[in-house]
């Protein structure tokens, strides 16, 4: 249920499980939300629900914090607005760090497992969570999956968010930080339309920089956008296409990889 932005349903049946894998398909979790009659609330009771779905969302991401530091996993959760490029820059991103560092792959959206066959394909193991109506992942979700084999000990934990630059910047999963990545095809303002997502997140990666000859976009600005709202954000100027840049963004992730307190 996303009260924020009322893409779900307050239901007392809502529940999510996971489905084991049959032949020929790959093991998910979903969102078996039942339909509800429409439910009529006040401004104050939505922001007393809101509340408190995010109080129960951040007790569940302590616990994710926990087991991801006591394991010794790097946990990055990809968050940006559909098409950005996440997936793009996973597979990428695997299979230059797979060589050296044991990996694994949560992908979250609303239907289809393609992502995940997407990463599997690389060799990497990856689980589909389908988060049905829902339009972010919750740490529950993630909970749910702290025993599946794809969260190995000592490794690092890619998180695919469903493509949103919205909910997604306020539900913790218990990650080790947010990185937030924007397609120069979405135009330089998006920092400063959809602050909370990049205050919410470490990393910026700005993506498809190989098509910057094509469109209208100035990254200086757009990277000083970026740090208006969030001045300590990283930056990285990436291409999934061409792998320009990616090799600044693997010395990153090997960098907190190694400083990860056991
Ligand atoms: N030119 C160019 N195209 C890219 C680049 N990265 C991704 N694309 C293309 O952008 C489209 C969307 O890429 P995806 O990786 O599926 O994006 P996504 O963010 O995972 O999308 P959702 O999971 O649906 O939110 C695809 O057609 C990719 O081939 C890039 O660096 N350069
Ligand atoms: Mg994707």
């Not at 930056?235 to 960098?255: H, K, M, P």
Request: hydrophobic share 35%; charged share 25%.
């Amino acid at each position: 249920m996303c009260v924020t932005c009322g893409c779900g349903e307050i239901s007392k049946n809502s529940h999510s499980h996971e489905h084991p894998s049959k032949e020929g398909t790959l093991p998910h979790v979903h969102d078996c939300a039942q339909k509800q009659t429409e439910i009529s609330v006040t401004n104050e009771r939505l922001v007393q629900l809101e509340e408190d779905v995010l109080a129960a969302n951040d007790k569940v991401a302590v616990e994710n914090r926990f087991f991801f530091k006591t394991n010794h996993i790097l946990a990055l959760n990809l968050v940006s607005s559909p098409g950005s490029g996440k997936t793009s820059l996973l597979c990428k991103t695997i299979e230059k760090l797979s060589k050296t560092i044991p990996v694994g792959v949560i992908e979250g959206d609303q239907q289809t497992f393609n992502d995940a066959e997407r990463i599997q394909a690389t060799g990497v193991e990856a689980l589909q969570i389908n988060t049905g109506e829902g339009c972010h992942l919750e740490a529950q979700m993630i909970h749910q999956a702290l025993h599946h084999p794809v969260v190995k000990k000592d490794s690092v934990l890619f998180i695919e968010n469903v493509g949103n630059l919205v909910c997604p910047a306020s539900f913790d999963l218990g990650e080790f930080c947010k990185v937030v990545v924007l397609s120069v095809t979405e135009g330089e303002d998006k920092p400063l339309k959809y602050p909370y997502m990049f205050s919410a997140s470490r990393v910026m990666l700005l993506n498809k920089i190989d098509l910057l000859p094509y469109v209208n976009f100035d990254t200086q600005k757009c990277i000083e956008y970026a740090k208006r709202v969030n001045p300590d954000i990283e930056v990285f100027e990436v291409s999934a296409t061409t792998e320009e840049g990616l090799d600044q963004w693997i010395s990153w992730i090997q960098r907190h990889y190694s400083e990860i307190e056991e």
